[in-house]
């Protein structure tokens, strides 16, 4: 394929993996900067990336690169934490019940147990079905539908179950009755390990592969003639190409083509995402946390997740950072600055740490983050690449086949098109 006119729509992790195993194409990123979620900035002194990340990754191909990237904090035991109505308890729940007060205990293990005997064998049809077979009643009601409201802002009967895999864990009988009589240290969870960049945020992970990619920044792509093999870009410059690979959103991938049908169309605008807030700042003071990161159950909290950049890296300098995440619908408009001053104040009140000493705050916005794994988002996402596909256009990663990734397999999604691009050519 190395000897064909290939082009690459978007410089995030899928389109580096393309890359990389493509040689001679072309990557075409709209920003002023590649790595797309991937990135990391820097503020008030600390590294902050767009929501929180970790490399968790088994995937050796991928571990050869990103440990080669510079030094690393190798944590051989993650610590993550919940919080809800002034209790801190650890992370999974399910795992973990003795944290619990023994009422909420004892409820939340009689139901545990009646959910194994009354739906052994039944297969759930959405993730509200899902949390209820395996988990029971109470941890549904009192946790994952309080979860899911602030998270996805999707009823719990509307979300599909094919986002799952490693996020949510299936119930384990052993550890959770385990986890009722006392403390257990958690080996389920799929990052109870990690590795992290010791400077440069997340990014510095994936940095390296800038240099191996022919980049071409500030490249915004506005329209794609699919039977010429041509795309428009914002400057008016037009491009063209043998193959198309896109891993920029679906839907805007099928905007941009003038002669797409009108089902393709609706098709696309089935597919949500979420809008992602990251408020980030910086107290005068250490160890507020034992956590690497903590989830937050309160409604009345818009945080939902919180992070320590420091901890993750493994820097001391007598300072915590934090990343305090909030994710609202794609067509909220929230008044940002309210959001921030309202997420400080809350985690004021959470970490015990006064407004005097918050020595900067920020607030970062994300138009488009994760996409909601509703039950109308398989077929749809199939419906417009099956289209896209038979007009010669391959689509990849995190937007770019609309699904819900981590980043190593983001990545490993555009490697193996190109591997599997490779194959066909040499074969024809």
């Keep these: ?48 990336d767009q929501g929180a990340h970790i490399c968790h990754s088994q995937d050796e191909d991928w571990l050869s690169l990103v440990c080669a990237a510079g030094p690393l904090h190798e944590m051989p035991k993650s610590v993550v934490l919940n919080h809800k109505a002034g209790h801190w308890f650890a992370y999974p729940v399910q795992n973990h019940l003795a944290d619990l007060p023994p009422d909420q205990r004892d409820a939340a293990l009689k139901d545990f147990l009646s959910a194994q005997e009354q739906y052994r064998g039944r297969e759930p049809l959405n993730y509200e079905e899902w949390c209820r077979f395996q988990y029971g009643d109470y941890l549904l009601e009192n946790f994952y539908r309080l979860y899911t409201a602030k998270y996805w802002h999707v009823p719990m009967a509307e979300l599909a179950t094919d986002w799952l895999g490693g996020r949510l864990l299936p119930s384990q009988v052993e550890n959770i009755l385990a986890g009722a009589k006392g403390h257990q240290e ?19 992970l994936i940095a390296p592969l800038y240099r191996e ?89 818009a945080v939902s997740r ?85 007009r010669g256009i391959e689509t990849a990663g995190l937007f770019g086949n609309w699904e819900y990734v981590w980043s190593d397999r983001a990545f490993a999604g555009g490697r193996a098109l190109a591997e599997a691009k490779g194959r066909e050519a040499g074969s024809s």
């Design 213 to 301: 990619a022919d980049i071409r920044l500030n490249r915004r792509a506005v329209a794609v003639d699919a039977a010429r093999r041509r795309v428009t870009f914002q400057d008016g410059a037009v491009e063209e190409y043998d193959a198309l690979v896109s891993t920029i959103p679906l839907p805007a991938l099928a905007g941009m083509i003038p002669d797409a049908p009108a089902d393709v169309r609706e098709a696309a605008g089935r597919l949500r995402a979420l809008q992602h807030y990251c408020v980030n700042f910086v107290v005068d003071r250490e160890n507020l946390s034992a956590a690497n990161w903590f989830y937050v159950y309160d409604p009345d909290i």
């Design 1 to 48: 394929m190395s000897d064909r006119n290939v082009m690459v729509l978007g410089a995030g992790l899928a389109g580096l993996g393309f890359a990389r195993h493509c040689p001679g194409a072309r990557v075409f990123e709209a920003e002023a900067a590649p790595g797309g979620y991937a990135r990391s900035h820097e503020f008030a002194g600390a590294w902050f």
């Design 186 to 204: 958690e080996m389920q969870a799929v990052f109870r390990t990690f590795r992290y960049p010791r400077q440069g945020g997340f990014e510095a």
């Design 306 to 390: 919180v992070s320590f950049p420091f901890s993750l890296s493994g820097e001391r300098n007598g300072r915590t950072a934090i990343q305090a995440e909030i994710f609202v619908p794609g067509d909220a408009r929230p008044d940002e600055t309210a959001l921030r001053e309202q997420a400080v104040a809350d985690l004021g009140r959470l970490l015990k740490f006064s407004a005097s000493e918050v020595a900067a705050a920020e607030i970062c916005a994300y138009p488009m983050s994760y996409v909601v794994s509703d039950l109308a988002r398989a077929a749809a996402v199939r419906h417009v690449r099956d289209w896209l596909r038979g």
